[in-house]
């Protein structure tokens, strides 16, 4: 099938585009909607706007659009005029969806394929917790943390590859607070740095922390594509 794909820039949405080639789509161009503020209950907010240096390693085109407010449908009305779009300049079939297990996502992004006439593809729905971070670790994946708003994570997780060891520390911390272990409730949100659909690795040249003492986010000020090619 002949796909977009709903990008955010996370680990998420990018495995999910692996995971979607892996089973015999083509993906023929990403799709992001920047949203107005961290407080939108839809998208992805930190660092969204690094997603073109992703897709520019990627070699897919990008289509973007702004919302002008966090409300959730207005959200969805700019999702849906540039998946039009994308169906109208690329033939796409469907999106790919990288939710895991929020229900009210995907329902809005079921709602809105529906409407254009597209199928949704949710690949790594109902992926077990601690066995899908290792997946992602095992086939390669590298991504930081770059916000945290959950009992348990402090500033320190900001900027922090995630590797089997401190995915260890992740989950006694997961199980001692009660947070979702794949941040998919809003407990943190993550950057890819590098995973083999990258041709380049991105290289963060210049960063910063924003510490509230409940809740923080690591700022990419400067990043760029390395020369090393895969």
Known sequence: M????L????????????????LGHKIKCLVTVFPKSDESHLLHYSNIELSELQSK???LPHLTIKASSYDTEVELERLGEVLELAKTKFGIEGIVHGGIMSKFQKEKFQNIAGEIGLELISPIWNKGQTDYLKELIEENFDFII???????????????VIDLDNLNILESLSSKHGFNINFEGGEAETFVINCPLFKNPISIKKSKKVWDGYRGRFEILEAELKNNVR
Do not use: H, N, P, R
């Not at 990008?7 to 892996?22: M, N, Q, R, V, W």
């Not at 770059?146 to 922090?160: F, H, I, K, N």
């Open 57 to 59: 390693s990627m070699g």
């Open 146 to 160: 770059t916000s945290v708003s959950a009992d348990g994570l402090d500033d320190s997780w900001l900027g922090e």
């Open 2 to 5: 002949i796909l977009a794909a």
């Open 7 to 22: 990008f955010s820039g996370g680990k998420d949405s990018t495995f999910s585009i692996y995971k979607a080639l892996k």
